[in-house]
Each structure stands twice: as structure tokens, then as C-alpha cells.
């Protein structure tokens, strides 16, 4: 295994363990990252796909056998995000990379903004606990479109958008953590079917994303608070925005 993928088994046992620990895939920090080490746009964005799918896929294990797992609130998010990811990826190739990379630093943006400063509800709050399906699927066609278009899995959409709706936030990180893999790889496997193919990358990214999603998502739920986790991703995503920003602007 040459150095290069190496340092990509460790980016992403590290992401992947990191935002598990919130709920939500690591795609949208780890594609910039991966392009800072030298793989390029157009195999990054599959590749953060392919991580999102198996961390978030362990994630979903672990919450399995919990017992945390509402699957009638999260199948509306996961139908509609199907249908449109694929479009998502598809019209990714239709869009300069410099105006990919705006969309992604707004993506960033929005998610850490949220994270950072939506609180939701204060005080004696009943959580609903209702199975809706409109609000749900809009979120999906919001967040399977961004998942496919720029490579970020959607977590970071789906997870305040459904707090805002009334939803406890410990059920919707188990629900994202469900819905985030069947988005990522309806975008994944359309990338893979228009040519943007690195096999040994998306090997080695996703065994130590499976293994990184699966332990992250086991110590958030023994030993930490969400919220001060969330807080935490939210100064990570805003600080690869600056990041990203920088070096758009110093190119």
C-alpha cells in the first residue's frame, strides 16, 4: 500500500469516527481534504460518496441493535433523496468545478450555521412524534440533490431541517445516519457508471469508514452529549470553508 493510501485509510477513519459522533456523514469535510492530498474533484466527490455509505452504514448497525432507529419517519427521506441524487450527480457534470466549489462552500456554510447556533426548542419540549410524509420527503429531495451534486452525503441538511420540524434530535441522528447511505450511493454508483473510477481509493476509504461510523457512533451514544459534539462539527465544516474560500480566492 503506497503512502497516498495510507494517508487515505487514516483521513478516513478519522472523519468518519469524528462526524459519527453528531450523526452525520463526513463527506462534506473530507472532499476538500482529499483534494488538498492530491486526488482530484472528479474522484473525491465519488469517493466522499463511498465513505458516507459504509460509515453511515456502520452507524446504522450500531443503531440497529440499540434500538434507536425510527424507520417509518426516515423512509420518506430515504425514497425521495433516491430518486433525485442520481440527478444531482448526473448534473454535476454539467457545472465548472469553480462553481461546484461556491456550492460546496455554501453547503458548508449552511450546515455549520446550523450546528453552531440552531438551539430548537427550550424548556419541558414534547418532541413529535407523528410519521408525516411531505415534510420528510422535501427534506430527501433537498438533501439526495446536494448529496449527488456535490458529493457530501446530505447529513447536514437532513439533520436540521428535521430538527427544525419538531423532531427529538437524538431520533433524527439515528434517522440521518440511516437515510445518508441510500442517498450516497445512488450518487456513488451513477459517478461510477459515467467513468469516475478509482477502485484502490474507494477499497481502502471505505473499509476504515465503515470501521470509523461504526465506533463513532457507539461512543456518541454511551459517552457524549450530541449537542457539544454538533458544536464541535460546526467549527470543523465552517473552518474547511475558509479553507476552501482561501484558496479559491489566493489561486
Request: proline share 5%; with cysteine.
Amino acid at each position: 500500500m503506497d503512502s497516498l493510501l495510507i494517508l487515505i485509510f487514516g483521513l478516513s477513519f478519522s472523519f468518519s469516527f469524528v462526524f459519527a459522533l453528531g450523526g452525520i456523514g463526513s463527506a462534506a469535510a473530507i472532499i476538500p481534504v482529499l483534494t488538498w492530498v492530491g486526488v482530484p474533484f472528479n474522484i473525491a466527490r465519488p469517493t466522499g460518496l463511498f465513505i458516507n455509505t459504509l460509515s453511515m452504514g456502520g452507524a446504522t448497525y450500531s443503531n440497529i441493535r440499540g434500538g434507536r432507529l425510527d424507520f417509518r419517519l426516515g423512509l420518506p427521506v430515504i425514497i425521495t433523496s433516491l430518486v433525485t441524487a442520481p440527478i444531482g450527480a448526473w448534473s454535476g457534470h454539467f457545472f465548472p468545478i469553480q462553481y461546484l466549489l461556491i456550492a460546496l462552500v455554501l453547503f458548508l456554510l449552511f450546515a455549520s450555521g446550523m450546528m453552531l447556533f440552531f438551539k430548537g426548542s427550550k424548556g419541558d419540549i414534547v418532541y413529535r412524534e407523528d410519521h408525516p410524509f411531505a415534510g420528510p420527503a422535501l427534506v430527501g429531495v433537498l438533501a439526495g440533490f446536494c448529496s449527488g451534486l456535490l458529493g457530501v452525503g446530505g447529513g447536514g441538511l437532513i439533520s436540521p431541517l428535521l430538527i427544525m420540524q419538531g423532531f427529538n434530535p437524538k431520533k433524527i441522528a439515528a434517522i440521518t445516519a440511516f437515510a445518508v447511505p441510500f442517498s450516497s450511493v445512488a450518487g456513488f454508483i451513477t459517478y461510477a457508471l459515467m467513468g469516475s473510477v478509482a477502485w484502490d481509493i474507494w477499497i481502502v476509504a471505505g473499509i476504515a469508514a465503515c470501521i470509523g461510523g461504526y465506533f463513532g457512533t457507539s461512543v456518541m451514544h454511551r459517552r457524549m452529549q450530541p449537542s457539544s459534539v454538533k458544536k464541535f462539527l460546526g467549527g470543523i465544516l465552517f473552518l474547511v470553508a475558509m479553507r476552501i474560500l482561501l484558496d479559491m480566492i489566493f489561486d
